[in-house]
C-alpha cells in the first residue's frame, strides 16, 4: 500500500471538516477524491502533503508514518489549481528546481528537465517563463516539476480545474497516459464527476468531510449504497417508499430486498433508478415492472441522447426525493433518456428495466420552530434522535426584516455541534415548513409546543393537511414508554399505526390501539378486525399492543379522555389529508386534540406511512 | 470617435486651471532652485560644491542614506514577512505600530530620540557612563533615519507579499525547500520590485530628512551636518549661493530617484497586464 489513512480528522473552529478519513490505495493507482466544494477533499490532500496539520488519525506514505513530518520530509509531489510555476524561472529551470535544492549538478539537471518537457509534450520550450505560456502548459510545467524529483506519491489539487474544456479534455488525457508510464502513486481531487470517472481507477466520494463511499465508477454509477452518491455522482429518479414484509413497496410495485441492503420492517427505502434504466414503450408492457403511462413534461437534446423527464401519476405511500419535486407536483417525476435520432413521443408507458435499492438511511428530524426569536425545540427532539439514532436538521424561519445570516449564526452558535445541518429560510412559517419538506426527505419533523401558535387555525388546517412528513407538537416529556394511537379519527388509517409502531420500536414502548364508539353496544365485527390488523402490525416491529374500544359522545371526548387517564406520553392522530370532511377548524378533531392533549402528539399524514 | 473628439475639447478649460493652480505651488519652487544656484554662472556652483563642508555634507548624507536603506531594507522586509505570513496576539497593533513613524511629526521624533538616547535620557543614562552616546553623532542620525524611513520598506515589500499566493510556498516546501531556501529562492525575487521602490523610496526620505536629524545631530560642521542642515545653516547665515548650489544638487538627485522609480513602477504595470 503506498497511501494508507486512518482516522484522518481536522476540525476548523470546533467544526470536523474532514471526519475520521480512512483510505488505502495501492502501488501506482491513480485515486480520485470526488466532492463538491467544501466537501473537504482539498483538505484531506493538504494534509497528506503536510500543508495542513491534522487534529487526528494517522498517514502513512510508503509504510512510513509521515503524521508529524514537515512536508519537505513526505517526498510527495503536488499539483496546485493555480499552477504556482515561479515566474521569475524558465519552464526547465522551475522543473530543476527540486533538484537544484538536492544539490544535483547542472549538467544532470538540464537532462533530466529536458527528459520531463518531453514526457509532459514541451519539448523546446523550457526558455520559456510563465508569462510566454498557456494555462494547460504551465500546468505541464507544475506536472514536470512535481515529478522530477521522483516523489512516491503525487498530488494534484483540482488540476484542470482553471483550464478551457478543451484543453481540460486534451491534459486529462496525457496526464492518465503518464500516470500510467511512470506508475506512481497518485491522489487527484476535483468536483469534476465526468473527470473522475474518466481518469481514476478507484474513486472516493466525499461529503461534509466524511469519505462515504468508495469504488470504481461503475460501481459508483449503478450500485451506490448512500443517497448523496446516487444523486451527486451522475442523473437519476429516486423514490422513497416503505419496507413491508420484507419488500420494499412502491405503491403497487414491490421490489426484492437484496440481503446487501437490509432494511428493517416499517423502514423508509429508497430506491435509485437511472435515466438508462427507465424504459419507454407504445404499447403498454406485458412483462416488467410497470409504473403505469407517463407523459414527457421535458425533453433536451444533449448530443448522443435526448434528455426527458415524465410524469407519472402518484403512486400510493410513494414520494420523490430526486429530481426535487416543485410544490403542487402532482404525479412522480422520472428522468430518462432517450437515443437522440427517436421522436420524443408525448405519450408512453414507463416500466423500470433496473434499479438500485440504497441502503437503509439513518433516519433524519427536522426541527423548527416557526416563531420569531424562538429557539427550536431542541428539549423535544432530543429523545427521538437517540432513540432512532438519527440526524437532526435544524430549520430556522425568518419573517420580515432580520437578516437570514443572523439567524443562522445564531442557531449554529448554539447548535452546531449536536445537528447535522443548520438552514434558513425566509418567508410565511406554514410555506416555509411545507417546502422544506417537499425538497428534502425527512422521517419526522419536531414543532415544538409553539408551533401550534404559530400557525394560525385556519392555515393549520391546510398545514396538517399539505404536510407530507408526521409533525410532532407539544411540549418535551422525559420519557417515551406509552403511546397511544387513535384509529377514530376520520377513516382508520393504516399510516398511523405504521409509523406509531416504527417509532415505538425503535424507543421500546407499549402502544394502545383505541377505538371510540358512541353507543355502549358492543363493537361491529369489521371494528374488531381492524383492531386485530393494527396489534398484528404492530407486532411486527416487535411492539407490545393492546386494542382498547372505549365509549365516548364524541370521539375527541373519548381520546382526551382515555389520554389523561393512561397518562400516555405520547398521542398519534392520522391526519386526514386532503380528503378532510370537516369544514372550520372548530370541528376538526386533529386540531382539538392538539390545543387540548396536554402532551405530546404525533399527527401523520395519510400517505407517509 | 465624437466622443474622443468632445472629450478633447473640452478638456482644454479644466487641464488651464490645474497648470495654473499649480505654477505658482510646484512647478515654479522646482524651477527656482536652479535659477538661482546658477545665477552666480557655473563657476561660482563649483566653488560652492567644492567648499570642504558641502562636500562633507553631501557625502554624508549619501552615507546615511545608504546605510539606512541598506539595513531598513533587512528590517522592512522582516517586518513585512512577518506581520504577513503569521498570525500573533497583537498583530494589527504591531502592523499599526510599525506605521507609526510616517504620522509623527520629525521634529517630534528627534525629541524622543533625545529623550531615550540622550545624556540623561532613559537608556543613555545607562550608557554614558559606559563612555557611549550616539546622539550629537553619525550614529545619532542614522537612529533617526532609520526610524523615519521605516514605514517605507514595509509599506513597499508588505502587499507585494500579501498577494503573492500562498501555493508558491507550499510548491517549494513539497519539493523539498526549506524556509529560508524558499524565501530565498521563491520569496524573494518575486518580491524584487517591491523591494526596488521600498529601497528607493527610503533612499530620497533619508537624503532629505530635517526635523528629527537637526535635534539630534547637534549640527556640528564637517562632524553631523548632512546636507539639508547645511543648506539651512548657509541660509541662516545669508549666503544664499551656497545654501543654493547644495540644494540644486540634492533636488537632481531626488529627481533621478523619482525618474528610475516612475520607470520601475510603469514596468512593473505593464508586467502584470500581461
Known amino acids: 500500500m503506498s497511501i494508507v489513512l486512518d482516522g484522518l480528522t481536522k476540525r476548523f473552529g470546533g467544526r470536523a471538516v474532514v471526519d475520521r478519513v480512512g483510505l488505502e490505495i495501492a502501488d501506482g493507482e491513480l485515486f480520485v477524491l470526488l466532492g463538491s466544494s467544501g466537501s473537504g477533499k482539498s483538505t484531506v490532500l493538504r494534509m497528506i502533503a503536510g500543508l495542513t496539520s491534522s487534529d487526528g488519525g494517522t498517514i502513512q506514505l510508503m509504510g512510513r508514518d509521515v503524521t508529524n513530518l514537515p512536508p519537505q520530509q513526505r517526498g510527495v509531489g503536488f499539483v496546485f489549481q493555480n499552477y504556482s510555476i515561479f515566474q521569475h524561472m524558465t519552464a526547465a529551470k522551475n522543473i530543476a528546481f527540486g533538484l537544484r535544492i538536492r544539490g544535483v549538478r547542472r549538467g544532470e ?152 441492503v437490509p432494511h428493517e420492517e416499517g423502514a423508509p427505502v429508497r430506491v435509485l433508478i437511472r435515466p438508462e434504466q427507465v424504459l419507454l414503450t407504445e404499447e403498454a408492457p406485458t412483462e416488467g415492472l410497470a409504473l403505469g403511462q407517463g407523459r414527457v413534461v421535458e425533453s433536451s437534446f444533449v448530443g448522443a441522447l435526448r434528455r426527458v423527464r415524465l410524469r407519472v401519476p402518484r403512486l400510493p405511500r410513494t414520494r420523490q426525493i430526486s429530481p426535487p419535486a416543485p410544490y403542487g407536483e402532482e404525479g412522480l417525476l422520472l428522468e430518462a433518456v432517450l437515443p437522440a435520432d427517436r421522436a420524443v413521443p408525448e405519450e408512453a408507458w414507463v416500466s423500470l428495466g433496473g434499479w438500485r435499492i440504497l441502503e437503509q438511511p439513518l433516519p433524519t428530524l427536522l426541527v423548527a420552530d416557526a416563531l420569531n426569536g424562538v429557539a427550536p425545540p431542541m428539549e423535544s427532539a432530543r429523545p427521538f434522535a437517540a432513540a432512532l439514532h438519527g440526524s437532526i436538521v435544524v ?63 385556519v392555515s ?24 397511544l394511537i387513535c384509529t377514530a379519527v376520520g377513516e382508520p388509517g393504516k399510516s398511523d399505526v405504521r409509523v406509531g409502531g416504527w417509532l415505538a420500536g425503535r424507543m421500546g414502548a407499549s402502544v394502545t390501539l383505541l377505538h371510540v364508539s358512541r353507543d355502549a353496544s358492543p363493537a361491529p365485527p369489521w371494528i374488531r378486525s381492524h383492531l386485530d390488523q393494527g396489534v398484528a402490525t404492530l407486532s411486527g416491529f416487535d411492539v407490545t399492543a393492546e386494542a382498547r374500544v372505549r365509549t365516548a359522545p364524541t370521539a375527541l371526548e373519548g381520546i382526551l379522555l382515555e389520554a389523561r387517564q393512561g397518562d400516555y406520553d405520547l398521542v398519534v392522530i392520522g391526519s386526514h389529508g386532503p380528503r378532510s370532511r370537516s369544514v372550520t377548524a372548530r370541528d376538526d378533531v386533529t386540531i382539538q386534540i392538539l390545543d387540548s392533549a396536554n402532551r405530546p402528539v404525533l399527527v401523520v399524514p395519510e400517505d407517509s406511512g | 470617435m465624437s466622443a474622443g473628439q468632445t472629450g478633447r475639447g473640452s478638456s482644454v478649460f479644466p487641464v488651464s486651471v490645474l497648470l495654473l493652480v499649480l505654477l505658482p505651488l510646484l512647478l515654479m519652487p522646482l524651477a527656482a532652485v536652479f535659477v538661482f544656484a546658477l545665477r552666480g554662472g557655473p563657476l561660482a556652483f563649483w566653488d560652492a560644491i567644492r567648499a570642504p563642508e558641502a562636500q562633507f555634507a553631501l557625502r554624508f548624507s549619501l552615507l546615511i542614506a545608504f546605510g539606512t536603506t541598506a539595513i531598513n531594507a533587512v528590517l522592512g522586509t522582516l517586518a513585512a514577512y512577518v506581520l504577513s505570513k503569521y498570525r500573533f496576539w497583537g498583530d494589527r497593533t504591531l502592523g499599526v505600530v510599525v506605521n507609526l ?129 547645511y543648506i539651512f545653516a548657509q541660509f541662516e547665515a545669508g549666503d544664499i549661493a551656497h545654501a543654493n548650489a547644495i540644494a540644486a544638487v540634492l533636488a537632481l538627485l531626488s529627481f533621478t530617484i523619482f525618474f528610475f522609480l516612475f520607470r520601475f513602477a510603469s514596468r512593473g504595470k505593464g508586467r502584470s497586464a500581461e
Not at chain 2, 127 to 147: E, I, S
Not at chain 2, 154 to 170: I, S
Open chain 1, 460 to 483: 393549520l388546517r391546510r398545514f396538517l393537511r399539505e404536510s407530507s412528513t408526521p409533525l410532532l407538537f407539544g411540549a418535551p416529556r422525559e420519557k417515551f414508554e406509552k403511546i
Open chain 2, 101 to 229: 513613524p510616517v504620522a509623527i511629526p520629525t521634529v517630534v521624533v528627534g525629541t524622543s530620540l533625545l529623550l531615550l538616547w540622550g545624556p540623561i535620557g532613559l537608556l543613555g543614562k545607562l550608557l554614558d557612563p559606559l563612555g557611549l552616546q550616539p546622539m550629537f553623532r553619525p550614529a545619532g542620525v542614522l537612529l533617526a533615519h532609520l526610524f523615519v524611513t521605516f514605514p517605507y520598506m514595509l509599506g513597499a515589500v508588505k502587499p507585494v507579499l500579501d498577494e503573492l499566493e500562498t501555493t508558491y510556498e507550499e510548491a517549494a516546501y513539497t519539493i523539498g525547500a526549506t524556509r529560508w531556501t524558499t524565501f530565498r529562492l521563491v520569496l524573494l525575487p518575486a518580491l524584487r520590485g517591491g523591494l526596488i521602490t521600498g529601497a528607493l523610496l527610503t533612499f530620497a526620505h533619508s537624503l532629505g530628512e530635517f526635523g528629527a536629524t537637526v535635534m539630534v545631530s547637534g549640527n556640528m560642521r564637517l562632524k553631523t551636518q548632512t546636507a539639508p542642515l
Open chain 1, 395 to 457: 430549520l430556522g424561519i425568518v419573517q420580515g426584516a432580520e437578516p437570514p445570516e443572523a439567524l443562522r449564526d445564531k442557531l449554529k452558535a448554539e447548535f452546531e455541534n449536536e445537528v447535522a445541518e443548520i438552514r434558513v429560510r425566509a418567508g410565511l412559517p406554514a410555506e416555509q415548513l411545507r417546502n422544506e419538506q417537499a425538497e428534502n426527505f425527512y422521517d419526522l419533523a419536531v414543532l415544538g409546543a409553539l408551533g401550534r401558535q404559530a400557525v394560525r387555525s
Open chain 1, 109 to 260: 539537471r538540464r537532462r533530466k528537465s529536458e527528459e520531463l518537457l518531453d514526457l509532459v509534450g514541451l519539448g523546446g520550450l523550457g526558455d520559456r517563463y510563465a508569462h510566454e505560456l498557456s494555462g494547460g502548459q504551465q500546468q505541464r510545467v507544475a506536472l514536470a516539476r512535481a515529478l522530477a524529483y521522483e516523489p512516491h506519491v503525487l498530488l494534484l489539487d483540482e488540476p484542470f480545474g482553471a483550464l478551457d474544456v478543451k484543453i481540460r479534455a486534451q491534459l486529462r488525457r496525457s496526464f492518465r497516459e503518464i500516470q500510467r508510464r511512470l506508475g506512481v502513486t497518485t491522489i487527484l481531487v476535483t468536483h469534476d464527476q465526468e473527470e473522475a470517472f474518466e481518469i481514476a481507477d478507484r474513486i472516493g466520494v466525499v461529503e461534509r468531510g466524511r469519505l462515504i463511499e468508495v469504488g470504481n465508477a461503475e460501481d459508483l454509477y449503478y450500485r451506490p449504497d448512500s443517497l448523496f452518491t446516487a444523486t451527486f455522482v451522475g442523473a437519476g429518479t429516486v423514490f422513497v417508499g416503505r419496507c413491508r414484509e420484507g419488500r420494499a413497496e412502491f405503491g403497487p410495485l414491490a421490489l426484492p430486498l437484496p440481503p446487501d
